[in-house]
Nanobody
Framework: VQLQASGGGRVQPGESLRLSCAASGSMSGISFMAWYRQTPGKQRELVASITASGSTNYADSVKGRFTISRDNAKNTMYLQMNSLKPEDTAVYYC??????????WGQGTQVTVSS
């Protein structure tokens, strides 16, 4: 499985971005998908996740502002980010967990929120 993250950029506080994570390869046995983010000097943190059954979970810091979703037909996962804040600035990574277990990371996409 290969993951390609895209959609990052530089926006002002209060604006929105949508990240995409396009997957290629065998999707069989993918049980968990997530977005993580990381800033320099800090550990990578879980932002949002979605299971194969569609259950979602969010970090408290993004609840009510971010929405994770997936399009199985396109093998793509999304993160809709609204009301962005400067503290959302980070490199965002997509992550897939496959039965085995095997885990996969995307290459990261930079999100910068600044006025």
């Amino acid at each position: 499985v290969q993951l390609q993250a895209s959609g990052g950029g530089r926006v002002q506080p209060g604006e929105s971005l949508r990240l995409s994570c396009a997957a290629s390869g065998s999707m069989s046995g993918i049980s968990f998908m997530a977005w993580y983010r990381q800033t320099p000097g800090k550990q990578r943190e879980l932002v949002a996740s979605i299971t194969a059954s569609g259950s979602t979970n969010y970090a408290d810091s993004v609840k009510g502002r971010f929405t994770i979703s997936r399009d199985n037909a396109k093998n793509t996962m999304y993160l809709q980010m609204n009301s962005l804040k400067p503290e959302d600035t980070a490199v965002y990574y997509c992550y897939y967990l496959q039965w085995g277990p095997r885990s996969y990371w995307g290459q990261g996409t930079q999100v910068t929120v600044s006025s």
